[in-house]
């Protein structure tokens, strides 16, 4: 097996596409055991790793206008603000792929984290997971459950990831082909909004709607390099997003 | 010399030493480590062989291929059907989280009569009394939320054998030639958020202008290519202003605005009310990027059609028209409504009895022809998980009813040696994405265990003519029984989809 250069994953979603329908937030609660709400929980307590907004530009009718954005964890490639203030280690952003890592057996709880993350994309687990009676057994069996009191995150499916890895180093290859590892809501999203691939690779679909003149990357000023770029021909939604 | 204590502390210290250095330790801390993620209360995934089955969606008419990952026997992911000619390889939110529905809370799991508890002898014994009882001037009807599946030969079936059967159905035979369309003008149908299935039309939205009439500004809206909002009820003058505009009459500016952009993007198509003489005008009947006609199923009655107060005994499934709808058509007094239901919803909570159907993945059932396609389709959804003992598929209830010994599965065997008798068409299989000519299938037990495994039939297309009453595919409503998870869009989140 030969070295290969390391990966940067990254997503570019076109908001253009986006209909705000949710399967990207119902697909990623399936792959990595995301409990169902307790009944006391609310959308600032709740967990869903890749949640849509809904936003306007404010205007009265027939001028409003609205867009869909999905925000999950940016997977910041520079100074990473949580793994900065992270006391346990528990945040590593993974030099062969580029993947902000989240390890819930670290996490003391302190949330440190979810207060320095600038895109609010870090959830907290205020209750022990459960599922209604019977419901355990659909567990994917890839992927642990989280405990009370630690913090988690989208990772990009990073069992998927393992998955992958495994079926090539099976077949004796130490490079995944593109499209080989997908997040479940890239292979969800039926609007087929959402571009997953290594932003290393100059040929791959996801580098080239990065360097599409209508990208653009949340919060871009803070200079955290982002992983994760939006597409819009829409002005004002570009200027909300920057905002 | 004895044991002083100053021995007890050095052999204290020298075990304790000796300790760390042996695997017992760690082993120990291992063992707590492991036993402490088994405790009560930690979720136990399910454990065994890792596999995929195929079955298709028949929680809506779109019919889409589904790829079900399942650890020994239990589905706990769904995907959608790479290539299938349907559904283009995607789910919508509703399906994709489907294998949850068995855990809702709302499922009806055992038959109720007048909202008491009832077994299905009683249940079977009492319906039976209440259709020998229609009068002259009354009727049993079935509505049959869709037609052209062979659970709708069973109704038929039971029907013929009545006195005063009436088989409801909205039949229609035309698809929607959606590939070559350039552009729609949806009368406040949902076209990107639950018309046909969501991969089909994202496939190919880049190719035909989507011009959206509503007063709502919709999801679908804000995504279209223009957003026309008008006073609610007012499609039809809309669409009428718009057929002026066709003919080059002086007309209201956003109507001329929408035929122009019509004109420039031909063929374009009309749909949802007020759409029928719009499409007349465009020319959109018969022709590619139109609507084609497709083999069509036996002709049914109307269900609005049916005289007010004239039906005595009336079968449901899902609920397709509203309540106020079905009502109007029951006998004043004495009238039973039988909701053949999943769920304690729609029309359950109008029912007199209400017969447990088993859910998508429970039971063996059927697809007919996807939601806007220009081939007449059929495919089975076999069942993946168990279902609770007291539900019972509804063709199931009817043959029981009538006293008929065949069961649902023979039926749909026969509807599969039919379709390997005609020899038309052919079998998209999921598992390899191949299309295999019907004709070319050594016999109907090999097409019945090719649909079994996960395959879509689709017909041949059909001569096209113009000269027919046309009735564009409804959209179809979300279903409004919903996963546990439903609640990441509900409540965990600002994405409110009630």
Redo the contacts between chains.
Sequence with gaps: MTKTKPARYGMAIDL??C?????C???C???N?????QPE???R????WM????ISNGAA??D?????IPILCQQCGRETPCAAVCPQEAVQVDPATGIVDQMPQRCLGCRYCMTACPYHARYFNWW??????????????DVA?RMRGVVEKCNFCHGRLHAARTRAAAEGRSALRPGEYLP?CV??????AIVFGDLNDPESEVAGLARDGHSFRMLERLGTEPKIYYRTERAWVREAAHA | MGFTRRDLLKFTGGATVGLVLTPVPWGLLRDTALLSETWP???????GE?RTRYTTCTLCPAACGVRARC?GE????L??VPEHPASRG????NG??A??L????DRATRPLANGRASTMEQAVARIRTAVDACGPDESVAILDPRPGRAASLVYRRYLAGLARGVYCAASNPFGVDLENTRAIVSFGVPV??GWLS??RV??V?SHFALIQVEPE?S??A??ADL?V?IVPGGEAAFAGAVESGLRGEPTDPAAERVARMLLDHKPAIAIGPGAEKLNISLGSVGKPGGFLRRRDVAPATDFADLPDRSVRVLFTEEASLPWSVIERKLVARGAVVVALTAWHDAYASHADYVIPAPLFLESLDEAATPAGSTVAGFSLSPALVAAPQSVIAPPEFILRLAGDSTTYPDILKQRVAGLKKDGQGSVFTYADAKSTRVRDIGSADDLWKLLLAGALWLDDPLPQSGSAPLRADASYAPAPHR???????D?????R?V
């Design positions: 253009d596409r209909t705000g329908c949710g399967a937030m119902l697909a609660a399936v792959e055991n995301v409990p169902p709400a929980a609310t959308p307590t709740g967990i869903t949640r849509v907004y809904q009718s027939p409003t206008r609205a867009a869909f022990d997971p459960q599922w209604p009676p019977g419901m355990e057994k659909t567990l994917n069996p459950t479940a292979e969800a999203c039926p609007a087929r | 209360g930690v979720p136990q995934p399910a454990r890792v650890v239990q589905p706990v992911s995907a959608g995607a789910l919508c939110a994709l989280v294998h949850h068995p855990f809702c809370s990107l958020d969501p991969g994202f496939a939205r500004y999801r679908t804000s995504l957003w909002p996963s546990p998870l439903m609640s990441k869009l409540q965990e989140s600002g994405l989809r």
